[in-house]
């Protein structure tokens, strides 16, 4: 029977505001109403240039390095990215930053990541991706009228940017913001970082899979950024990169893991899905760089980082997630004022992923305080504290 309320309402004609009732029998709120079944989320993937003006191929020598860009005017924000990461996982901290105050966005892929080709992928060493970055800076300025630069860099990008910094490879350095990256946690966790690389599943039957099993396995909070970023965490198995070498074993398709059936319950939905085979015809997904390979580099990224971090005169900020993250050199600089300090709590590992919206005010606050620039329209600035 129509309920009294729904009489009334029908009789002010306005019933069709109302969503259906439920069948009789079905509680509110469970699967199956008439309203139609839950929106699936979508884990397709975004476009870079849903947040970047543009990409370039920049040449040093023999090596190709893809750069992404975004903004014409104001400092540059040279964006480095964490290990086994890439250049579009900036992107949606690009695109907000840039609605903030006037900068010039530059995201860069480490050489063995993303889109760039280099005839050594790997050497991953410090000196060698810190050289890395001066050149292309160099590349795509030259040597005089070089804009301020801000580098932002994220956990062995974070390492990268403070040995670029000490080297006086970046001219015009103006700034130097380091993302969740701590010299004593760094050092400590590399004991279990290869058994966290051995946890991670081997190959993905699809890219949409792949997108699916980072936001649900917490390695991405943000599902926007996961849908843009984590296709330059990856490649098809049987594409290559070349010239890149063929040591990589090509993949087996029995191996990868297949999508969650649409039909899953809800349980099951929450879980990280298991492996199985998939068919004979999919081209699965692998990991663009085998981490676990350069393990040898793992302690020349971060041994000595926090004395190095001090030592740089320009203004510094660390934005972690949590201050249980910070050692004894670090805690007594903070105290004494060398660098200003952020912290989101509610982050994972890659904070700038996960709370875009909250880092880039956090940094447009940072490049405000310094008078690098100038805030867009009524934005009001949120000036970085400790």
Same mark, same amino acid.
Request: proline share 5%.
């Given at each position: 029977?129509?309920?009294?309320?729904?009489?009334?309402?029908?009789?002010?004609?306005?019933?069709?505001?109302?969503?259906?009732?439920?069948?009789?029998?079905?509680?509110?709120?469970?699967?199956?109403?008439?309203?139609?079944?839950?929106?699936?989320?979508?884990?397709?993937?975004?476009?870079?240039?849903?947040?970047?003006?543009?990409?370039?191929?920049?040449?040093?020598?023999?090596?190709?390095?893809?750069?992404?860009?975004?903004?014409?005017?104001?400092?540059?924000?040279?964006?480095?990215?964490?290990?086994?990461?890439?250049?579009?996982?900036?992107?949606?901290?690009?695109?907000?930053?840039?609605?903030?105050?006037?900068?010039?966005?530059?995201?860069?892929?480490?050489?063995?990541?993303?889109?760039?080709?280099?005839?050594?992928?790997?050497?991953?060493?410090?000196?060698?991706?810190?050289?890395?970055?001066?050149?292309?800076?160099?590349?795509?300025?030259?040597?005089?009228?070089?804009?301020?630069?801000?580098?932002?860099?994220?956990?062995?990008?974070?390492?990268?940017?403070?040995?670029?910094?000490?080297?006086?490879?970046?001219?015009?350095?103006?700034?130097?913001?380091?993302?969740?990256?701590?010299?004593?946690?760094?050092?400590?966790?590399?004991?279990?970082?290869?058994?966290?690389?051995?946890?991670?599943?081997?190959?993905?039957?699809?890219?949409?899979?792949?997108?699916?099993?980072?936001?649900?396995?917490?390695?991405?909070?943000?599902?926007?950024?996961?849908?843009?970023?984590?296709? *330059?965490? +990856?490649? !098809?198995?049987?594409?290559?990169?070349?010239?890149?070498?063929? %040591?990589?074993? /090509?993949? =087996?398709?029995?191996?990868?893991?297949?999508?969650?059936?649409?039909?899953?319950?809800?349980?099951?939905?929450?879980?990280?899905?298991?492996?199985?085979?998939?068919?004979?015809?999919?081209?699965?997904?692998?990991?663009?760089?085998?981490?676990?390979?350069?393990?040898?580099?793992?302690?020349?990224?971060?041994?000595?980082?926090?004395?190095?971090?001090?030592?740089?005169?320009?203004?510094?900020?660390?934005?972690?997630?949590?201050?249980?993250?910070?050692?004894?050199?670090?805690?007594?600089?903070?105290?004494?004022?060398?660098?200003?300090?952020?912290?989101?709590?509610?982050?994972?590992?890659?904070?700038?992923?996960?709370?875009?919206?909250?880092?880039?005010?956090?940094?447009? *606050?940072? +490049?405000? !305080?310094?008078?690098?620039?100038?805030?867009?329209?009524?934005? %009001?600035?949120? /000036?970085? =504290?400790?």
């Amino acid at each position: 029977m129509m309920s009294d309320l729904r009489k009334n309402l029908q009789m002010k004609g306005i019933s069709g505001k109302l969503p259906p009732m439920a069948p009789k029998g079905v509680p509110s709120g469970s699967r199956g109403l008439s309203l139609g079944h839950p929106r699936k989320r979508d884990f397709s993937q975004l476009p870079w240039s849903n947040y970047f003006d543009s990409s370039q191929d920049v040449v040093v020598d023999k090596d190709v390095f893809r750069v992404y860009r975004r903004g014409t005017e104001g400092p540059v924000v040279l964006y480095l990215h964490g290990g086994g990461l890439s250049a579009l996982s900036w992107s949606v901290l690009s695109s907000v930053v840039t609605s903030r105050v006037k900068c010039q966005c530059i995201a860069l892929d480490f050489r063995g990541h993303g889109d760039t080709v280099t005839t050594n992928e790997e050497d991953l060493s410090a000196p060698t991706l810190a050289s890395d970055v001066g050149n292309v800076i160099t590349a795509l300025f030259g040597e005089e009228r070089v804009p301020p630069i801000v580098v932002v860099g994220h956990s062995m990008g974070g390492a990268i940017a403070i040995h670029a910094a000490v080297q006086f490879l970046i001219p015009s350095l103006a700034g130097l913001v380091v993302i969740d990256v701590v010299e004593g946690t760094a050092l400590e966790s590399l004991q279990s970082m290869q058994s966290f690389l051995r946890g991670r599943p081997k190959q993905f039957k699809s890219l949409e899979y792949a997108i699916e099993w980072a936001v649900k396995s917490g390695q991405i909070k943000n599902l926007e950024s996961a849908r843009v970023s984590m296709v *330059g965490q +990856l490649k !098809r198995c049987t594409d290559g990169y070349k010239p890149r070498t063929d %040591e990589v074993p /090509s993949c =087996s398709s029995s191996e990868a893991i297949v999508e969650e059936d649409e039909e899953q319950d809800d349980l099951k939905e929450e879980n990280t899905p298991q492996q199985s085979t998939s068919s004979p015809d999919s081209t699965p997904y692998t990991w663009r760089v085998d981490l676990t390979r350069s393990e040898s580099y793992w302690k020349g990224w971060f041994e000595g980082m926090s004395n190095l971090f001090l030592s740089v005169s320009a203004p510094k900020m660390l934005l972690i997630a949590g201050v249980d993250r910070l050692d004894r050199d670090l805690t007594v600089g903070q105290m004494q004022g060398k660098f200003w300090m952020q912290v989101l709590p509610q982050c994972g590992h890659c904070v700038h992923e996960d709370q875009p919206q909250k880092v880039a005010d956090i940094l447009a *606050g940072f +490049l405000t !305080r310094n008078k690098l620039t100038e805030t867009i329209n009524d934005y %009001e600035r949120t /000036s970085p =504290s400790c």
